[in-house]
């Protein structure tokens, strides 16, 4: 239990994949305009690498490593992310078509997302050798991604009242905004829990 | 050997995973289809696919289903046919409605590089908006056409071409969209009756003794276009001629008197159509294409 938690943890505070290892900041930037968009994505994205993570494992482990073929890791990770987000794009078609259309080409772009490769990669480099663990860091993982594409689009919508000076408008305003939350989440750096 | 093994055990994985993924969507999207209107296919497959953003709307796609949902007319697409319209009113259940006035764009210059000089030479972006910036463009004249082209980008027909350092329209091709009149930053770019005959090749609003000095074929308002017209169709409007298209009936008088050259035919040609006999006007067949109906017959044309 005291793994579990302190994988968590790691997972969304002091590792978070956006604002601690940089990836996924084009999703990040792109559908951080509204609080609700930003829900539906990191929704999207923690479904995706939750299920990438669970599939890739299984492939890497049982197959690429027994005949020696962990060097084509990337293409069959990317043939599954791939795979996964046409689903879930079918699925938000059919059940949510106004976030479908307010995550336009956010949604596809998914399979691009660097942070859903990020933690496949990451979970079939490290030496988990139960299941259970790599699924529950791709949850958390997703979870902390959620988490920061809230917090700043919270911030967003608020940079929209403000008085900024016209050069920092719009994108501009937003990295610094994006940088000062990074540096936030620094805070955690090095925390570790006693388990 | 052992390669080629190697190679058919990837192509076994490969092709397995592909497979069992491949099945997976299939079963998914049996799962999740979501019906789509059949009539807005329909009407997609009539409209043009140029996506230009005329109607007012964000493209093709979403203008269909504006149609078919009663918030827009079916003729707001300008280059559609009255057959094509009458179909897609058919589709929707819209009332049927009468093709819109057909219209082509028209560039108020022709200060091309032969007629007019520079003051400087730019060697900037490719991009109207930033040499507009520098004194209001290269040419001596701060009413020309600055000839890099915004509104070739604009195009989605391919109708507009930069030639001698003034954009030109294939009124052909031109479906009257009114993209390069959004684009043009001079607001050189007008719509006019397609089948208008003769415009006005200037917009200065300069005297004509300035306009004189910088540019050959600029409109100097000398008014002799106004005197001449039959029909009352031209005025002068800050110091150029402005053509009524209401009043106008494409004689060509005005084109053949100009002393700049400034009126000139639409229909392409250096100079203005002359016709030696009177304008005659004859009635066209029936068309649905309006009031401005008209023919003239040249007896030659140069």
């Given at each position: 239990m005291g793994t579990i938690i302190s994988i968590c943890f790691a997972a969304i505070?002091?590792?978070?994949?956006?604002?601690?290892?940089?990836?996924?900041i084009c999703a990040f930037l792109g559908v951080s305009k509204k609080t609700d968009t930003s829900i539906g994505m990191g929704m999207a994205v923690t479904f995706v690498m939750t299920i990438s993570t669970l599939v890739t494992w299984l492939i890497n482990r049982y197959i690429l490593v027994p005949f020696d073929f962990v060097y084509l890791r990337t293409i069959v990770f990317i043939l599954v992310i791939a795979c996964l987000v046409q689903l879930i794009e079918m699925f938000l078609r059919k059940c949510v078509p106004s976030l479908y259309k307010a995550l336009g080409i956010y949604l596809p772009l998914i399979t691009t997302n660097c942070a859903v490769l990020g933690v496949t990669i990451l979970m079939a480099d490290s030496d988990y050798t139960n299941i259970l663990y790599p699924v529950i860091y791709a949850f958390a993982a997703g979870l902390g991604f959620t988490l920061a594409i809230v917090l700043f689009s919270g911030i967003r919508e608020k940079l929209k009242f403000c008085d900024i000076p016209k050069p920092f408008r719009g994108f501009p305003i937003a990295l610094i905004a994006a940088a000062l939350l990074a540096m936030a989440f620094s805070g955690f750096q090095g925390l570790n829990l006693p388990f | 050997m052992d390669l080629f093994i190697n190679i058919l055990i990837i192509i076994g994985i490969f092709g397995g995973l592909a497979l069992i993924f491949g099945c997976l969507l299939v079963i998914a999207s049996r799962f999740f289809a979501v019906k789509q209107d059949e009539r807005a296919e329909k009407i997609i497959a009539l409209l043009p696919g140029a996506n230009c953003g005329g109607c007012g709307y964000a493209g093709c796609a979403s203008y269909a289903e504006a149609v078919l949902s009663g918030e827009a007319k079916p003729n707001l697409c300008t280059s559609l046919s009255q057959e094509e319209i009458n179909a897609i009113a058919e589709i929707s259940g819209a009332e049927a409605s009468e093709k819109s006035l057909p219209t082509v764009a028209h560039i108020k210059?022709?200060?091309s590089n032969e007629c007019t000089s520079n003051k400087y030479n730019y060697g900037g972006i490719d991009d109207c908006r930033s040499l507009i910036r520098l004194g209001g463009g290269e040419k001596s004249c701060v009413y020309s056409c600055i000839g890099l082209g915004n509104c070739v980008k604009a195009c989605v027909f391919g109708a507009i071409s930069v030639k001698n350092g003034v954009a030109a329209v294939d009124t052909k091709r031109c479906k009257g969209c009114g993209s390069c009149v959004a684009a043009c930053p001079k607001s050189l770019i007008e719509l006019i009756?397609?089948?208008?005959r003769f415009s006005v090749y200037c917009s200065s609003k300069d005297k004509g003794k300035a306009v004189n000095a910088i540019c050959d074929n600029g409109c100097i308002a000398c008014g002799i276009c106004v005197k001449n017209c039959p029909n009352s169709a031209i005025t002068l409007k800050n110091n150029c001629a402005v053509i009524d298209y209401s009043l106008c009936?494409?004689?060509?008088i005005c084109a053949e008197k100009c002393p700049k050259g400034?009126?000139?035919?639409?229909?392409?040609?250096?100079k203005a159509v002359k016709s030696s006999a009177p304008a005659v006007k004859t009635e066209k067949p029936a068309s649905s294409t309006g009031t401005f109906s008209f023919d003239v017959k040249n007896t030659d044309k140069d």
């Open positions: 505070l002091t590792e978070n994949f956006v604002l601690s290892k940089f990836m996924g | 210059c022709c200060g009756p397609a089948t208008a009936d494409g004689c060509g400034t009126i000139r035919s639409t229909k392409g040609g250096k």
